[in-house]
């Protein structure tokens, strides 16, 4: 199984500074047939769903602030929210879906 | 619009049975590989199984602490996925989400929630 990495366990942070999450994959993500980062990154919020941030690595889903990037290739993978809000206190996950069984990361607990 | 909608979850009691579904819609359902992941309560996220399409098999690969006890099928003609739960354990407690990655993006239902409990 395809594992995944993911630090800080937790992460505070000063309102409008900048957060970074890191996202290390045990085998490389990326795809070379379509030249695509099988890597996605989600938002949770308490007694909410998970929330699509991210696919393709850094392909920003519809909706979502452009303080939110995500990067990467390969193994190495960051997401990164450029000056944090007070919306954005949540767990992040990143999420493998390369190879079955898909995985995630145990998530990071973005806080103030 | 693209839509996944679980339903069927509840209460169960240890070693019984449920069938909980993901009514989909907006995409083209017959080339789909849908997955099922769960969350139990304060946990993380786990993948457990997935189901290809028929023209690629239509069968299922399930993750290890559900293999024997959990079943994936899928009916095309009404465009849902059912996962058949026999066997639950406490453990099985959690919210069910069915998923499905495109070359759009990927496509999450918000889940049903599978309490096991005497």
């Known amino acids: 199984d395809i594992m995944l990495t993911q630090s800080p366990d937790s992460l505070p942070v000063s309102l409008g500074e900048r957060a970074t999450i890191s996202c290390k994959s045990s085998?490389?993500?990326?795809?070379?047939?379509?030249?695509?980062?099988?890597l996605a990154w989600y938002q949770q919020k308490p007694r909410q769903p998970p929330r699509l941030l991210f696919y393709?690595?850094?392909v920003r889903e519809s909706g979502v602030p452009d303080r939110f990037s995500g990067a990467g290739s390969g193994t190495d993978f960051t997401l990164t929210i450029s000056s944090l809000q007070a919306e954005d206190v949540a767990v992040y996950y990143c999420?493998?879906?390369?190879?079955?069984?898909?995985?995630f990361g145990r998530g990071t607990k973005v806080e103030i | 619009e693209i839509q996944l909608v679980e339903s069927g979850g509840g209460l169960v009691r240890p070693g019984g049975s449920l069938r909980i579904s993901c009514a989909t819609s907006?995409?083209?359902?017959?080339?789909?590989?849908v997955s099922w992941v769960r969350q139990g309560p304060g946990k993380g996220l786990e993948w457990i199984g997935r189901?290809?399409?028929?023209?690629?098999?239509?069968?299922?690969d399930y993750a290890g602490p559900v293999k024997g006890r959990f079943t994936i099928s899928r009916d095309d003609s009404i465009n849902t996925v059912f996962l058949q739960l026999n066997n639950l354990e406490f453990e099985d407690t959690a919210t069910y989400h069915c998923?499905?990655?495109?070359?759009?993006?990927?496509?999450w239902g918000q889940g049903t929630l599978v309490t096991v409990s005497s």
């Open positions: 998923a499905t990655a495109l070359s759009t993006s990927i496509y």
């Open positions: 907006g995409f083209s359902f017959n080339d789909a590989w």
């Open positions: 189901i290809k399409s028929n023209a690629a098999g239509g069968t299922a």
């Open positions: 085998q490389s993500l990326f795809y070379s047939s379509n030249n695509k980062n099988y």
């Open positions: 393709w690595a850094s």
């Open positions: 999420h493998q879906y390369y190879l079955t069984p898909w995985t």
